[in-house]
């Protein structure tokens, strides 16, 4: 069985005492880690301040990270700087990333590397925007972000990642997949995992939804098969909802 896995992605929002409000207001009430991994995704300048007080059963990840150990590239951040602050989850190729900011399936893929080299949890995130859900090209499309994303990565390493499907069309838009859409696609990633490593990789691999996931949709989601998990935007924000939805994982 695979452990559930959910994870804030709070983009660029909270400042430093909103985040501390936030962290004091749920650190003591996350469940078990042996039911649920349990982790919030800030942005860099206060990941410390999270990774300070983040309890038991929480982890602190980052939204995004540099493939270069160091060097020449003003604005960036390591795979050792978040280390060294106790950050273990990184979220590589976040949709957003991709659009706005240059990622690339090669960069993605150099990421991927650098954050297994040291160490920290990648959550990948894959999906097709509404032009190509409605053109039928799902498959062919996240098929070949995958096999570019992934490009060189062993069993091992795969078996310890963590994918976000994450339909653009239902990022912040409050459309959020059908659960059966949602539960599909999911399949259909761990059926290229099987197709491009084995069985037992694709059995072990982590595959949340993304998108417009909410306290009203979440045990919906969560009952389906394929679905270990939620990687969650706007609904994480508020303490109350966070420490909710990490609980539906758990039923
Ligand atoms: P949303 O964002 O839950 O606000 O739709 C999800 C994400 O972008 O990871």
Not at 52 to 66: D, F, P, W, Y
Not at 184 to 192: A, D, K, P, Q
Request: a negative charge.
């Amino acid at each position: 069985m695979r452990k559930p896995i959910i994870a804030g992605n709070w983009k660029m929002f909270k400042t430093r005492d909103e985040a501390l409000q936030f962290i004091l207001a749920v650190y003591d009430k996350m469940p078990s880690q042996e039911k649920v991994d349990s982790v919030i995704c800030s942005q860099f300048t206060v990941l410390r301040c999270l990774v300070k007080r983040q309890g038991e059963n929480l982890r602190i990840g980052a939204q995004n990270m540099h493939f270069e150990d160091s060097g020449a590239f003003t604005g960036e951040v390591s795979a050792d700087m978040l280390k060294s602050i106790g950050v273990t989850y990184v979220i590589i190729g976040h949709s957003e990333r991709r659009a706005m900011f240059n990622e690339t399936d090669e960069s993605v893929n150099k990421k991927l590397h650098k954050a297994f080299e040291k160490e920290l949890t990648p959550i990948l995130c894959v999906g097709e925007s509404l032009e190509q859900r409605e053109n039928g090209k799902v498959e062919e499309f996240i098929g070949n972000q995958l096999k570019l994303d992934l490009a060189g990565l062993t069993k091992e390493q795969v078996k310890e990642l963590v994918i976000a499907y994450e339909p653009i069309w239902a990022i912040g838009t409050g459309k959020t997949a059908t659960s059966q859409v949602a539960d599909e696609t999911c399949g259909f990633i761990r059926s290229m995992i099987k197709e491009l490593y084995d069985q037992e990789t694709a059995d072990a691999i982590r595959i949340q939804y993304g998108g417009s996931v909410k306290t009203s949709n979440i045990d919906e989601l969560m009952s389906m098969p394929n679905i270990d998990g939620a990687l969650i935007g706007g609904a994480s924000l508020k303490a109350d909802d966070f420490v909710k939805l990490v609980n539906a994982a758990v039923k």
